[in-house]
């Protein structure tokens, strides 16, 4: 029986936090030097040094529970695919599916709808750990949260800009919803590490989060004139440990420089 | 699901995004001081995007965006006529007393 001095967070799941946030900076980072406008450009690498950042405070926490073999370099850089827990929908590449071999430009409307889909969710799970009996997470919480209601602002601005945009604009967005939205079903079927972290107590509760999150995307597609996409289907299953065939080639780069020179120091 | 193709009109207004003045109030008390500017879509737009352009480290407490076309200025050439006559006139200047200590920002 633990007090709510010494209540921590279990290692997995704050593996599963650190690994969700740290595949989607690297995913946002792809547009760095690349975005649609200069400004928007700035506006995308500032989201994922956000996550970058919040990454880092995560896996320092994780380390000092892993042992002292672990440090936040270790693991980022020495996992491969299999021992990652992020969701399946931050490390879907920035379009939707195509053949095999085919080749496609990054998509805004996709980056977007899913920036807006995801940090709908963090926001409500930040503000759950905001209130954690462990300290450390809870501080960690407490910095998330303000990043991750700005990211949310920012893409819901774009979902309803581009939304009741042009002809274009608007069949992109649908497009990007109705191929991301199934990915979300992922949210709310707890992986044995958010099982673990319930039952421990630290303040993660996934019931309470969908409602909120639901009327959330209810308003901004209705003030987005989109049309509600069902969440069916295949239910992906990333914070569990099975991936889709993208995570292996983010990774590959990500990781390409640590594993080439194991000592280098910058 | 069948996406439009990108035509040039389709792209036209993103390049055409009309341009913005940004002033930054760095602190409390302080005057809000023109930075830059930026092109954006609309006020708010413009107001978000000035917050990731020049705040990003953590320059600011309060934004203003004002249209560029909204900004009359004045023409380089009337500058002789415009600001040569103060040139001499030092008087204007209140450096003949001292500040008290109290007086805080001036």
Known sequence: MSTAANTLAP??????????TLVLGQRNAEWCGH???????????NNSLDLIGQARLLYSLAARQAGPQASEDSLAYWRGPEAFRNYTLVELPHHGPMAPSARQDRDFATTMVRNFL????MVGVW??????????????????????RYHLRHAHDWVVRMGDGTDTSHARAQAALDHLMPYTQEFWRPSAAEQSAMDAGIGLDLDTLQAPWQQQVDATLAQAQLKASPSSGFVSGGKNGI????LSYLLGDMQSLARAHPQAVW | MSIPPQTPEALKPLSE????EVFVRSKQGLEHKHCGSLHAS?????LRLARDVYTRRQEGVSIWVVPSSAITASEPNDKAEFF???????YRHPTFYAIPDDVGHM
């Open chain 1, 11 to 20: 290692l997995a799941y704050v593996l599963q936090l650190a690994d969700t």
């Open chain 1, 35 to 45: 975005g649609p406008a200069l400004e928007e450009d700035i506006a995308l690498a």
């Open chain 1, 118 to 121: 995801f940090s709908n969710l």
């Open chain 1, 127 to 148: 503000a759950q750990l905001e209130h954690s009996p462990d300290q450390q997470l809870a501080a960690i919480a407490a910095k998330a949260i303000k990043e991750t």
């Open chain 1, 243 to 246: 991936h889709s065939e993208h």
């Open chain 2, 17 to 20: 995004w009309p341009l913005w």
């Open chain 2, 42 to 46: 609309d006020a708010d737009h413009a």
């Open chain 2, 84 to 90: 040569d006559p103060s040139g001499d006139k030092i």
